[in-house]
């Protein structure tokens, strides 16, 4: 069985999410380093494990959830269906279950906003976990004035706190944020994040349960 922790330590995986953390540093997107993919992974198999789904699910999400951005390597676009191939043949590589590693293709190939629906319980997970990462600290170009950086950089840059709260008595996954209003505005924030709110709620109903986004301690969804 396949443990997350050699899957970090193999050469290869280390190799190629260096080069996809420089790329995207070079094309100026927020950071989408293994500080980024630790986070998502330990999210994903948080979420799955507050809904007492079973341990091997658990482990299957912390893994797709480590590995999701991983297509950046190649190119920012599409990235989602690049990561799902690379990702399938390293786990096979490393002897994974052929069925298991193509969960974990089939839920990183989902989980952009942009083309992604939740397939299974995995993706549903890695999908919540992937876009509840928000925070100033993933904004890594220099901003001379924030005011006059772009919405996408204020929205993180405003971020002070994220994080994901599972009640699987009351059924709700909610995402929870504190951002600094002085330099973004709640609807700043929707104008970027509607699409990806979206995708959430599907993917907390595909968990059987429903989605709410809580700004500043007032919730929203």
Same mark, same amino acid.
Not at 27 to 46: A, N
Not at 85 to 96: D, E, S, V
Not at 175 to 201: A, H, K, P, W
């Given at each position: 069985?396949?443990?997350?922790?050699?899957?970090?330590?193999?050469r290869?995986?280390?190799?190629?999410?260096?080069?996809?953390?420089?790329? %995207?540093?070079? =094309?100026?997107?927020?950071?989408?380093?293994?500080?980024?993919?630790?986070?998502?992974?330990?999210?994903?198999?948080?979420?799955?494990?507050?809904?007492? +789904?079973?341990?091997?699910?658990?482990?299957?999400?912390?893994?797709?959830? !480590? =590995?999701?951005?991983?297509?950046?390597?190649?190119?920012?676009?599409?990235?989602?269906?690049?990561?799902?191939?690379?990702? !399938?043949? %390293?786990?096979?590589? =490393?002897?994974?279950?052929?069925?298991?590693?193509?969960? %974990?293709?089939?839920?990183?190939?989902?989980?952009d906003?942009h083309?992604?629906?939740?397939?299974?319980? %995995?993706?549903?997970? =890695?999908?919540?976990?992937?876009?509840?990462?928000?925070?100033?600290?993933?904004?890594?170009?220099?901003?001379?004035?924030?005011?006059?950086?772009n919405?996408?950089? +204020?929205?993180?840059?405003?971020?002070?706190?994220?994080?994901?709260?599972?009640?699987?008595?009351?059924?709700?996954?909610?995402?929870?944020?504190?951002?600094?209003?002085?330099?973004?505005?709640?609807?700043?924030?929707?104008?970027? !994040?509607f699409?990806?709110?979206?995708?959430?709620?599907?993917?907390?109903?595909?968990l059987?349960?429903?989605?709410?986004?809580?700004?500043?301690?007032?919730?929203?969804?």
């Amino acid at each position: 069985m396949l443990d997350l922790n050699v899957l970090k330590n193999d050469r290869e995986v280390q190799a190629i999410m260096a080069v996809s953390e420089r790329s %995207i540093e070079a =094309l100026g997107f927020t950071e989408h380093s293994r500080r980024h993919s630790g986070i998502v992974s330990k999210w994903s198999g948080d979420i799955l494990r507050a809904l007492d +789904r079973e341990e091997n699910r658990i482990r299957l999400a912390e893994i797709a959830g !480590y =590995l999701h951005d991983i297509g950046n390597c190649i190119n920012r676009q599409d990235h989602a269906f690049s990561g799902a191939i690379i990702a !399938y043949r %390293i786990l096979t590589r =490393l002897g994974m279950d052929e069925e298991d590693a193509a969960e %974990i293709m089939a839920a990183i190939g989902n989980h952009d906003e942009h083309f992604g629906i939740p397939v299974s319980d %995995i993706s549903a997970a =890695l999908i919540i976990a992937d876009k509840a990462d928000v925070h100033k600290s993933r904004v890594k170009k220099p901003i001379d004035n924030v005011m006059s950086a772009n919405i996408h950089d +204020r929205v993180n840059l405003a971020a002070e706190r994220s994080y994901l709260t599972v009640d699987k008595n009351a059924g709700t996954i909610t995402l929870n944020i504190e951002i600094d209003t002085e330099i973004c505005s709640v609807m700043d924030y929707f104008e970027i !994040y509607f699409g990806r709110m979206q995708l959430c709620r599907r993917a907390a109903e595909f968990l059987g349960c429903h989605f709410s986004l809580v700004i500043n301690g007032t919730s929203l969804v």
